[in-house]
């Protein structure tokens, strides 16, 4: 059974919040969740060089950022009445720990929220709050860039699952199977063989030399029976993995990517990388990682949702 009762919508009240917002909304009408619309307060460090910034009083500084973000709230788009709202806001530091404190407070079971998408030297400066969510956040997240063409009115498709052949990726497929089971869309199954190889975690094959049609016939295998309501369609390709996964997902025209994030952290992130942050700054369409660990929407017994 897919079971989403809380879901979480952090705001900036930027082009890219307002973006995703759709999509919240629609998730949240789905599954009969309650959405929670947070948003961080985060109060700037003055400038020492400006003397109307010396020894500021800092409790009227938050009182202004509360009234500009309950003014902001109060002109937010109509509720749907099959939807109940719940309006937030809570002051921190930085927006990301505000989100993360937030969802683990009120139980959230997923996470919707809108991304700048910012790339190369910009984002290395900058950063994304989005991906620091995506990474250490402890349930799915999905994530809709500023420049996503496409909208949540008429439901999903269409959903792109990169396999990696790892427990985590097909952890991913399920979530995608049982969300395709809801909306009465299909599956597309991407394993991409990675030229030259990389650092695997599933011990799957990598190299110019892979026999294609014997991985694709091992992934079908390994779907068995578990994708008989839902149709799935498995695919290998070679090539670079974030481009592959994010040309298919464009050519294909695809609704979502669905796929697992390994929550690679210090070091280790630093020199690997991580293919679904990049995914999430570079796909054309909205993209639901799914956590190796905390809480899973996927819950045993029972029909799906829908």
Request: contains cysteine; hydrophobic residues 40%; charged residues 30%.
């Amino acid at each position: 059974m897919l079971r989403i009762r809380n879901l979480l919508f952090p705001t900036d009240f930027s082009d890219s919040a307002e973006r995703a917002l759709p999509h919240a909304l629609a998730l949240a009408d789905r599954f009969g969740a309650r959405l929670h619309m947070l948003h961080a307060v985060v109060l700037h460090a003055a400038d020492p060089r400006d003397p109307d910034h010396r020894f500021p009083d800092l409790e009227d500084a938050w009182q202004r950022l509360d009234g500009w973000a309950a003014d902001r709230m109060g002109s937010a788009p109509p509720r749907d009445d099959r939807v109940e709202v719940v309006h937030a806001r809570r002051r921190g530091v930085s927006a990301a720990p505000v989100v993360l404190e937030y969802l683990e407070e009120e139980d959230v079971d997923a996470v919707v929220m809108g991304t700048h998408g910012r790339r190369g030297l910009r984002h290395m400066l900058l950063g994304s709050v989005a991906e620091e969510v995506v990474r250490t956040a402890p349930c799915p997240v999905l994530t809709v860039r500023r420049g996503d063409r496409r909208g949540p009115a008429g439901g999903l498709d269409r959903l792109l699952v990169p396999v990696d052949m790892s427990q985590p990726s097909y952890r991913a497929l399920e979530v995608a199977r049982r969300l395709a089971a809801v909306y009465g869309a299909s599956v597309e199954v991407l394993h991409v063989v990675e030229d030259p190889p990389r650092p695997d975690y599933g011990g799957a094959p990598t190299g110019p030399d892979v026999d294609r049609g014997r991985v694709r016939e091992t992934l079908v295998a390994r779907l068995g029976g578990d994708a008989e309501a839902v149709p799935v369609e498995v695919h290998v390709d070679g090539g670079h993995t974030v481009s592959t996964i994010v040309d298919f997902a464009e050519r294909d025209d695809v609704d979502m990517v669905v796929l697992a994030s390994h929550g690679l952290t210090g070091l280790k992130r630093v020199l690997l990388g991580s293919v679904a942050e990049r995914v999430v700054r570079r796909a054309p369409c909205p993209v639901l990682t799914v956590k190796t660990f905390g809480r899973q929407l996927v819950t045993d017994g029972g029909d799906d949702d829908g």
